[in-house]
């Protein structure tokens, strides 16, 4: 059982660069999310969906794009990179419905816009 | 404005004694709070939760405790272990679907 994959797991993009950070699980959890982590900020949810086909935004939804189309993966898209989007990446996964609350956590995406 | 405070970026605790690690939040609303333990190059891993109708859950050597007139959780680790050493992660979900952390605190576990 792998879990919740994250590719890559660095990237060093221009300002302007457009990339997609991929996530992928195999626990058939219907909800999946984005997170970015800084430097006395914690984890801020960027985006998340229920299912797939539905999608919303989090806390730091700007410059950042998602599609569910299978309800194993996740991607995230940055159109037009931006040196304030330097942050770590994680994906997390849970199972749906109210009962299931934990979430499971990929192991990041470390990126770098210059 | 964050929605879950965790004032002390970092503690350190001599090995076997109590680790207390402290969070605030704002919001009334959050129906379920958690715990994740980070280590370096690696995603946060779920410790320890607990639901907003309780005031304590217990799980080995960890102890959350909730006040909800506070707005205020705690985790303790009794007895602290140096393995134990990692950031750990405060968490609370409001309407099941967004999860919102805190900043983190460093704990130091020192043999």
């Known amino acids: 059982n792998a879990g919740v994959t994250q590719t890559p797991k660095f990237q060093v993009l221009k300002t302007g660069q457009s990339m997609t950070l991929q996530c992928a699980q195999d626990?058939?959890?219907?909800?999946m999310s984005w997170y970015r982590q800084d430097p006395g900020m914690g984890l801020r949810l960027i985006h998340y969906s229920v299912g797939a086909g539905i999608t919303d935004q989090g806390e730091v939804p700007n410059g950042y794009n998602v599609s569910r189309s299978t309800t194993e993966d996740f991607p995230l898209r940055l159109l037009s990179a931006a040196p304030s989007q330097t942050s770590v990446y994680f994906c997390a996964s849970k199972l749906g419905g109210t009962g299931a609350n934990v979430l499971t956590f990929g192991a990041g995406s470390r990126l770098t816009v210059l | 404005d964050q929605q879950v405070k965790q004032n002390s970026p970092s503690l350190s605790v001599q090995e076997g004694r109590i680790s207390i690690l402290n969070c605030d939040y704002t919001n009334s609303m959050f129906d379920y709070f958690l715990w994740y333990k980070k280590y370096p190059a690696e995603g946060p891993t779920f410790l320890i939760s607990?639901?907003?109708?309780?005031d304590k859950n217990e799980d080995g050597r960890f102890t959350v405790f909730l006040n909800k007139s506070a707005k205020h959780l705690s985790l303790h680790i009794v007895p602290s272990q140096p393995g134990d050493s990692a950031v750990y992660f405060c968490?609370?979900?409001?309407?099941?679907?967004?999860?919102?952390f805190g900043s983190g605190t460093k704990l130091n576990v020192k043999p």
């Open positions: 968490a609370a979900i409001y309407n099941f679907n967004k999860f919102y």
């Open positions: 626990m058939n959890h219907e909800y």
């Open positions: 607990i639901s907003s109708i309780k």
